[in-house]
T-cell receptor
Framework: TQLLEQSPQFLSIQEGENLTVYCNSSSVFSSLQWYRQEPGEGPVLLVTVVTGGEVKKLKRLTFQFGDARKDSSLHITAAQPGDTGLYLCAGARSGGGADGLTFGKGTHLIIQP | KAGVTQTPRYLIKTRGQQVTLSCSPISGHRSVSWYQQTPGQGLQFLFEYFSETQRNKGNFPGRFSGRQFSNSRSEMNVSTLELGDSALYLC????????????FGQGTRLTVV
């Protein structure tokens, strides 16, 4: 059972366009993280959201946690080729994530020059 | 500040053999988690160690085991390797069990032939 559904699975757009990636679940998470992974490397933490309705911005990236803490979105403005990668959302269901993070299968993003 | 170090980076083993992977967490971090990443299943939680004790274990067979040393370094072992064990094995470091932000190493790419 995949507890975190990410969409779309694949996305290829032109440089300068905007995009949104979604992460949805029927479960409530105490926190949710977004990671970016490049081929052959480990995931790199981008942001952690904890409070329902929380919005965090990281330069051209905007992350939002749903009010019910069941879903999240990542919006990229004016995408650049350097944004290319696998974007993963991960949820922690217990206070300290002791059950391990539950990962979505990821969104493969390609930004074409 | 050094990041998470995993060794070796690449490994080729034969079916039936066993393998040991190593992970050194970020200095000061006491929690180490292991994940298996495959194209079909994405990232799946194997287990987490804190203060040399396994705190939780994912849904993997008993062939997968691990341990943590007093300096927080961790090893995972896979016995009687199967072709399906081919994957990227990732180690994640956290400050403690109450923190959900995980920092990943580059991973060990295991190929079973």
């Amino acid at each position: 059972t995949q507890l975190l559904e990410q969409s779309p699975q694949f996305l290829s757009i032109q440089e300068g366009e905007n995009l949104t990636v979604y992460c949805n679940s029927s479960s409530v998470f105490s926190s949710l993280q977004w990671y970016r992974q490049e081929p052959g490397e480990g995931p790199v933490l981008l942001v952690t959201v904890v409070t329902g309705g929380e919005v965090k911005k990281l330069k051209r990236l905007t992350f939002q946690f749903g009010d019910a803490r069941k879903d999240s979105s990542l919006h990229i403005t004016a995408a650049q080729p350097g944004d290319t990668g696998l974007y993963l959302c991960a949820g922690a269901r217990s206070g300290g994530g002791a059950d391990g993070l539950t990962f979505g299968k990821g969104t493969h993003l390609i930004i074409q020059p | 500040k050094a990041g998470v170090t995993q060794t070796p980076r690449y490994l080729i083993k034969t079916r039936g053999q066993q393998v040991t992977l190593s992970c050194s967490p970020i200095s000061g971090h006491r929690s180490v988690s292991w994940y298996q990443q495959t194209p079909g299943q994405g990232l799946q939680f194997l287990f987490e160690y804190f203060s040399e004790t396994q705190r939780n274990k994912g849904n993997f067979p008993g062939r997968f085991s691990g341990r943590q040393f007093s300096n927080s370094r961790s090893e995972m072992n896979v016995s009687t390797l199967e072709l399906g064990d081919s994957a990227l094995y990732l180690c994640a470091s956290k400050i403690g069990t109450e923190n959900t932000e995980a920092f990943f190493g580059q991973g060990t790419r295991l190929t079973v032939v």
